[in-house]
């Protein structure tokens, strides 16, 4: 399809209106049909990882648990050299990072109010829409922002057609997955 000029859309009918807007419907249904159909197979193949890798997942786990236990409990095999290599990578101890690890946030800074160690997190600043647009119809000028006077141009695909491209038949289902 060949680019859409300015001078294109200048001598543009209200019938050659409509085509156009037909036109961007059915591109933004293929668009959306093949969004659902990537999304559904995507989601299918993290479900099918998480099932084939849950039994290695649950067996490292318990292995870095009995590493790490072995390791604390004998320290003094790790005094020089404070690793040992092996083929398939190394174990030991190492100095700890006293970088601070937060598991979470919202729990840590709940704490900080509830106890009044305020210095402890910031507040962020965040604008109020309403006050500023009150202020803009007062006449106020505002740099860095407007609210838009008159007639904007706008269009908008019919939801019903985007669900119906959205929603996948069986059979493309497979041919996706594929």
Same mark, same amino acid.
């Given at each position: 399809?060949?680019?859409?000029?300015?001078?294109?859309?200048?001598?543009?009918?209200?019938?050659?209106?409509?085509?156009?807007?037909?036109?961007?419907?059915?591109?933004?249904?293929?668009?959306?049909?093949?969004?659902?159909?990537?999304?559904?197979?995507?989601?299918?193949?993290?479900?099918?990882?998480?099932?084939?890798?849950?039994?290695?997942?649950?067996?490292?786990?318990?292995?870095?648990?009995?590493?790490?236990?072995?390791?604390?409990?004998?320290?003094?095999?790790?005094?020089?050299?404070?690793?040992?290599?092996?083929?398939?990578?190394?174990?030991?101890?190492?100095?700890?990072?006293?970088?601070?690890?937060?598991?979470?946030?919202?729990?840590?800074?709940?704490?900080?109010?509830?106890? $009044?160690?305020?210095?402890? /997190?910031?507040?962020? !600043?965040? %604008?109020?829409?309403? #006050?500023?647009?009150?202020?803009?119809? +007062? =006449?106020?000028?505002?740099?860095?922002?407007?609210?838009?006077? $008159?007639?904007?141009?706008? /269009?908008?695909?019919? !939801?019903? %057609?985007?669900?119906? #491209?959205?929603?996948?038949?069986?059979? +493309? =289902?497979?041919?996706?997955?594929?």
């Amino acid at each position: 399809m060949a680019p859409i000029t300015l001078a294109d859309t200048r001598m543009m009918t209200l019938e050659g209106a409509k085509q156009c807007l037909e036109q961007i419907a059915h591109a933004e249904c293929r668009i959306a049909s093949k969004a659902a159909r990537y999304e559904k197979a995507i989601a299918k193949a993290k479900s099918r990882f998480e099932s084939e890798t849950a039994v290695d997942k649950a067996d490292i786990k318990l292995r870095q648990d009995q590493l790490c236990d072995f390791i604390l409990t004998h320290r003094e095999l790790f005094k020089k050299p404070r690793a040992i290599r092996t083929e398939f990578g190394e174990f030991g101890l190492r100095k700890a990072s006293n970088k601070l690890q937060v598991a979470n946030v919202d729990a840590v800074i709940q704490w900080a109010q509830d106890n $009044g160690y305020t210095d402890l /997190y910031e507040v962020t !600043k965040t %604008l109020v829409i309403d #006050a500023v647009k009150r202020l803009i119809a +007062a =006449e106020q000028e505002i740099p860095g922002c407007s609210v838009p006077k $008159g007639d904007l141009a706008f /269009y908008k695909i019919a !939801k019903s %057609l985007l669900e119906e #491209a959205s929603a996948i038949p069986e059979d +493309a =289902e497979t041919a996706a997955a594929q």
